[in-house]
């Protein structure tokens, strides 16, 4: 049986209307809701997955937070990522402990959260970022969700002028224009390395592909993912009334060694085999 401990982040979930708080429970602390008062310490020293009540009787469950939890809560300025694509993204880049992952484009660091607790203990994150109150919102994230000094490093610098790195296992961008950057990418990707990048609209898409089939890369796969809810009661099991359709474009390809002169191709890969 797994204990709730103080320092622990816990989502409180209101089991009336689901309104869900993301705290992080302290001896002495509170937690203040429209439907009463929980003190922290009801929740710590007990099992994860238990029911407390407010004065005014309303039952709420303490649970650990998931990965989607966190990202969904952190404190943002912009869209973050949404997690249907975070973990598309973190399988097709092959994020695993031990891996050298590169991003670009922080934001308010939900991608940067997701990345560092997948490569945690062993891996590493390095973030660029050119804005640098962004970059600061980013770093509170990180020590809010208690990820460890050393898994991410974040530098502040504008990409054109290249990465510092050059053997990264994978890199992400999240920019407007991302062709304008592929020289840069290349040049960071070990031979064999993953890309992946995340574009709203269609008119991004065709430049970042036209700019990839320029470049050392290959395998380039386009793709868009769709998610739909489902009312879960038992007696009334239907699609949601509402559903988040369209939210980006995803862009793979891998970097790939060039064995022979370009020659006139029908793929985008035709060089490389």
């Not at 937690?31 to 003190?39: A, K, N, S, V, Y």
């Not at 309303?58 to 989607?68: D, G, N, Q």
């Not at 399988?91 to 590169?102: A, D, E, H, M, N």
Request: aromatic letters at 6%.
């Amino acid at each position: 049986m797994t204990i709730v401990g103080e320092g622990d982040l816990a989502l409180v979930i209101n089991l009336r209307d689901e309104k869900r708080y993301l705290v992080k429970l302290q001896a002495g602390g509170a937690l203040h809701t429209h439907r009463g008062i929980i003190p922290h310490e009801e929740c710590i020293g007990q099992p994860w997955g238990r029911i407390v009540r407010t004065q005014l009787n309303a039952p709420f469950m303490v649970l650990e937070p998931s990965t989607a939890d966190l990202i969904k809560h952190i404190k943002r300025n912009t869209q973050i990522l949404f997690p249907k694509d975070i973990g598309y993204i973190l399988l097709k880049l092959s994020v695993r402990p031990g891996r050298l992952i590169v991003e670009a484009g922080t934001g308010s660091g939900g991608m940067t959260l997701a990345l560092a607790l997948a490569t945690a203990p062993l891996g590493r994150v390095v973030s660029y970022e050119v804005r640098p109150e962004m970059q600061a919102l980013a770093i509170k994230n990180m020590q809010k969700h208690g990820i460890a000094e050393g898994i991410v490093e974040f530098k502040l610098r504008d990409i054109a002028e290249g990465f510092d790195e050059i053997q990264a296992d994978a890199l992400f961008l999240d920019v407007p224009q991302p062709w304008d950057y592929l020289p840069q990418v290349a040049a960071c990707l070990r031979s064999g390395g993953l890309f992946a990048t995340i574009i709203p609209t269609m008119n991004q898409a065709i430049p970042t592909i036209a700019g990839l089939e320029a470049a050392s890369f290959g395998l380039i796969e386009m793709e868009e993912l769709l998610l739909r809810h489902y009312k879960a009661v038992s007696t009334r099991v239907r699609p949601a009334d509402r559903m988040v359709a369209h939210t980006a474009y995803l862009v793979f390809a891998r970097k790939m060694e060039k064995n022979s002169p370009p020659t006139e191709q029908t793929s985008p890969t035709a060089n490389y085999i």
